[in-house]
């Protein structure tokens, strides 16, 4: 297995810069998933590093090797697509075989390692089917089973649950992990779907217009966004943003709508001035909301209520502002229904309102 580096790596089609100087290294034997909206470069990006596009700026090795101009064959990389693309004439183990026959690899020999891939894959009583009598996860079974018989140097996979219902995404992604930490490969994943990415990254990669927004550890990126986008991007469902200025003789949070007793972080970074152009950030589930009043909450309607099992996520409006918030369903708030609301102070974040960057807060002890 290999690590990938991308150094100052560009690509243009035209004018518009699909992937726009980008550095990053893929470490050897990790899960790295690349999460983004539609059009953000993802796809183009592992195209580039497949050698399917030619970068137009920078550079990509495979561990110390400068590939930018070594063929897609040569490159011993095997990449799975949203498309299954099995061939519809050829039985599963045929469809597996295929890239071993197309190496001159010895009959025997591929007779070992498709029967070893399709035993991994829990597919060994498909062999002999065609694509046509497979399941849409048993086609993707095959599709995966194509690439892990290579045994590349680095797996690329270009959203290739997509295609699948939700129950059976859940049940792949799950597979998926478990697989790529058995063979102890490197693996290069894209997908729009946040929730995939959380759970299946040993490194989450933002990214947004062809740029690396924030890169990590899922957890981090989670609990400290280093902007907007990442922050509004990452969490289902999405992070609350109000704007606000921060009013330091009176240690207030100001929106239009309401006024919010600054929290000690908050007072902190914000000592002494008069910040104009905040955005506070908060997530559903750091907003605690209560039936009764209670110091320095903020009074609030119930607008519309969407049950999640054990859980309702609320709309809550404060005045002319709408604010997402999940509580418990033993709660019993409904549409119309006075509450009061509290923010998190542990969990709020804090964002420059014309950069989007965001604003370090201390950690205190005491607030």
């Given at each position: 297995m290999a690590e990938v580096h991308l150094k100052e790596l560009t690509k243009k089609f035209g004018k518009?810069?699909?992937?726009?100087?980008?550095?990053?290294?893929?470490?050897?034997?990790?899960?790295?998933?690349?999460?983004?909206?539609?059009?953000?470069?993802?796809?183009?990006?592992?195209?580039?590093?497949a050698g399917l596009e030619m970068p137009t700026e920078g550079s990509v090795y495979i561990e110390d090797t400068l590939v930018n101009n070594v063929p897609t064959w040569d490159r011993n990389i095997a990449m799975v697509f949203q498309s299954y693309a099995l061939y519809p004439h050829m039985d599963v183990f045929k469809n597996i075989a295929f890239p071993l026959q197309a190496k001159k690899v010895p009959k025997a020999e591929i007779k070992q390692r498709v029967e070893h891939v399709v035993?991994?894959?829990?597919?060994?009583?498909?062999?002999?089917?065609?694509?046509?009598?497979?399941?849409?996860?048993?086609?993707?079974?095959?599709?995966?089973?194509?690439?892990?018989?290579?045994?590349?140097?680095?797996?690329?996979?270009?959203?290739?649950?997509?295609?699948l219902d939700a129950k059976l995404r859940v049940n792949m992604r799950a597979e998926l992990k478990h697989l790529q930490k058995d063979l102890g490969v490197t693996m290069i994943y894209v997908t729009h779907d946040q929730a995939e990415a959380?759970?299946?990254?040993?490194?989450?990669?933002?990214?947004?217009?062809?740029?690396?927004?924030?890169?990590?550890?899922?957890?981090?990126?989670?609990?400290?966004?280093?902007?907007m986008f990442t922050a509004g991007f990452i969490g289902?469902?999405?992070?609350?943003?109000?704007?606000?200025?921060?009013?330091?003789?009176?240690?207030?949070?100001?929106?239009?709508?309401?006024?919010?007793?600054?929290?000690?972080?908050?007072?902190?970074?914000?000592?002494?001035?008069?910040?104009?152009?905040?955005?506070?950030?908060?997530?559903?589930?750091?907003?605690?909301?209560s039936l009764s009043p209670s110091p320095y909450a903020v009074p609030c309607a119930v607008y519309m209520t969407e049950p999640l099992g054990k859980e309702v996520l609320l709309t809550l409006k404060i005045g002319s502002l709408l604010i997402k918030a999940i509580v418990s369903l033993h709660l019993g708030l409904s549409t119309g229904e006075k509450g009061w609301i509290k923010f998190?102070?542990?969990?709020?974040?804090?964002?420059?309102?014309?950069?989007?960057?965001?604003?370090?807060?201390?950690?205190?002890?005491?607030?």
């Amino acid at each position: 297995m290999a690590e990938v580096h991308l150094k100052e790596l560009t690509k243009k089609f035209g004018k518009v810069s699909a992937v726009d100087n980008l550095t990053l290294t893929f470490r050897n034997k990790q899960l790295t998933v690349l999460v983004g909206p539609s059009g953000c470069g993802k796809s183009t990006l592992l195209r580039t590093i497949a050698g399917l596009e030619m970068p137009t700026e920078g550079s990509v090795y495979i561990e110390d090797t400068l590939v930018n101009n070594v063929p897609t064959w040569d490159r011993n990389i095997a990449m799975v697509f949203q498309s299954y693309a099995l061939y519809p004439h050829m039985d599963v183990f045929k469809n597996i075989a295929f890239p071993l026959q197309a190496k001159k690899v010895p009959k025997a020999e591929i007779k070992q390692r498709v029967e070893h891939v399709v035993e991994i894959l829990g597919i060994a009583e498909l062999s002999h089917r065609k694509p046509r009598e497979l399941s849409g996860g048993q086609m993707q079974r095959v599709a995966i089973g194509r690439a892990i018989v290579r045994k590349p140097d680095v797996f690329l996979m270009d959203e290739p649950l997509s295609n699948l219902d939700a129950k059976l995404r859940v049940n792949m992604r799950a597979e998926l992990k478990h697989l790529q930490k058995d063979l102890g490969v490197t693996m290069i994943y894209v997908t729009h779907d946040q929730a995939e990415a959380m759970t299946m990254a040993n490194t989450l990669v933002v990214m947004n217009s062809g740029r690396i927004q924030q890169a990590g550890d899922p957890e981090e990126v989670y609990r400290y966004p280093r902007n907007m986008f990442t922050a509004g991007f990452i969490g289902s469902p999405a992070m609350n943003f109000i704007e606000c200025y921060f009013d330091s003789e009176r240690n207030l949070l100001v929106n239009q709508s309401f006024n919010y007793k600054a929290p000690a972080t908050v007072r902190e970074s914000l000592r002494g001035k008069l910040v104009e152009n905040l955005i506070l950030g908060v997530r559903p589930e750091d907003i605690s909301v209560s039936l009764s009043p209670s110091p320095y909450a903020v009074p609030c309607a119930v607008y519309m209520t969407e049950p999640l099992g054990k859980e309702v996520l609320l709309t809550l409006k404060i005045g002319s502002l709408l604010i997402k918030a999940i509580v418990s369903l033993h709660l019993g708030l409904s549409t119309g229904e006075k509450g009061w609301i509290k923010f998190e102070e542990e969990a709020i974040h804090l964002f420059d309102g014309i950069s989007g960057e965001v604003i370090p807060l201390p950690q205190l002890e005491d607030n």
